[in-house]
């Protein structure tokens, strides 16, 4: 079954990217992926994606969808930029969203350092056995180290809708200070 991109026949499937409903008529793209909960060997599943959070989680995916069809994609050019972006850059699409560390628990995926309470934090995805699978965290401030782009910020706010103007500007200045660097009252001095 290779991928598709289409129009949404019905308004039923829920994006596999950011979980709200595709739009009957809605550009849509299905990503084939193994169904190893089917008694069938080589069973595959279609999970449904908004063509940007395709772009954005499954970026091989997307680009197969889009050779040789002919929906016509609004976008299609920056699409097309963003999806090669997470091809060039392979742990880009494992980025969640971000949020407030509720506790001091969890260590940072890429400096090991624990991610103190209330910092900014990014919440990653791994895939595996056809799905996504929560797989920790890193700093904001490592983020730009861990997906080796600092381009990040429309990628986290799409995820992640809920954060207000406020939150948006303490994210971007955490995921532009650099690598983590324990100091007083949570301040970066650019180490
Ligand atoms: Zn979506
Ligand atoms: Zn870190």
Redesign the pocket.
Same mark, same amino acid.
């Given at each position: 079954m290779p991928h598709v991109i289409e129009r949404a026949t019905t308004g039923r499937a829920k =994006?596999?990217?950011?979980?709200?409903a595709?739009a009957k008529d809605a550009v849509r793209v299905g990503d084939a992926v193994p169904n190893l909960f089917a008694d069938k060997e080589g069973a595959e599943a279609m999970h449904w994606?908004?063509p940007? =959070?395709?772009a954005y989680r499954r970026p091989e995916s997307f680009l197969q969808a889009l050779e040789g069809s002919d929906v016509e994609l609004p976008d299609r050019e920056a699409l097309v930029a963003l999806a090669a972006d997470g091809v060039a850059h392979h742990r880009l699409p494992r980025l969640d969203r971000a949020e407030r560390a509720p506790t001091a628990r969890a260590a940072c995926r890429a400096c090991r350092v624990a991610i103190p309470k209330d910092a900014w934090r990014i919440a990653l995805l791994f895939w595996q056995d056809g799905r996504f699978a929560p797989a920790g965290f890193v700093h904001a401030t490592c983020a730009a180290t861990y997906f080796e782009t600092a381009d990040l910020l429309d990628r986290v706010r799409h995820f992640t809708p809920a954060l207000t103007d406020a939150d948006v500007e303490t994210l971007a200045r955490d995921l532009a200070a650099g690598p983590y660097a324990p100091t007083a009252a949570g301040e970066s001095d650019g180490r």
């Open positions: =994006c596999r990217g950011c979980g709200s595709i994606y908004h940007l =959070c395709a």
